[in-house]
């Protein structure tokens, strides 16, 4: 599958209610990014483009990017250092893992599905949704 097939098949619908779902049971913030442009490193990419989102702005620092480049068969998943102080890097690259094989399987949307949930758990977890809570960044999916 080209990178084109890959963003088209991605149903954002599925993905924004996903995010939705998480949010509403956490003060966390989540969100997905999908590039069609080529990029050598995904992980230096997607801190950029957290960064440009102004995702380190959020009130408690639990923001979660979940940045997807097609065209390069590369992802990121990163989180800023609130969320980052309770879920270490086995965390993370167990998730990464489990993307990686429900991308290769061709489930792309039901794969960035169940990481948006296992991400929502640990948000749940440590950052329990408040009374006062806003949602501070937009849940759609993002495309550049």
């Known amino acids: 599958m080209n990178a084109n097939q890959f963003i088209a098949t991605i149903v954002d619908e599925q993905v924004t209610r996903a995010i939705q779902s998480v949010e509403a049971r956490s003060s966390g913030e989540l969100r997905v990014f999908v590039t069609d442009k080529p990029v050598e490193d995904s992980i230096s990419e997607a801190w950029?483009?957290?960064?440009?989102?102004?995702?380190?702005?959020?009130?408690?620092?639990?923001?979660?990017?979940?940045?997807?480049?097609p065209q390069a068969r590369k992802f990121a998943i990163v989180a800023d250092e609130g969320i980052h102080r309770f879920c270490k890097e086995a965390f993370w690259n167990q998730l990464a893992h489990q993307l990686s094989e429900g991308f290769k399987a061709g489930d792309y949307t039901a794969s960035l599905v169940r990481l948006i949930e296992d991400i929502g758990q640990a948000l749940a977890a440590h950052f329990p949704r408040l009374k006062s809570d806003v949602n501070e960044l937009p849940d759609e999916v993002l495309r550049d």
């Open 48 to 69: 950029k483009t957290f960064a440009r989102l102004k995702m380190q702005d959020t009130s408690q620092r639990n923001a979660v990017l979940i940045f997807v480049a």
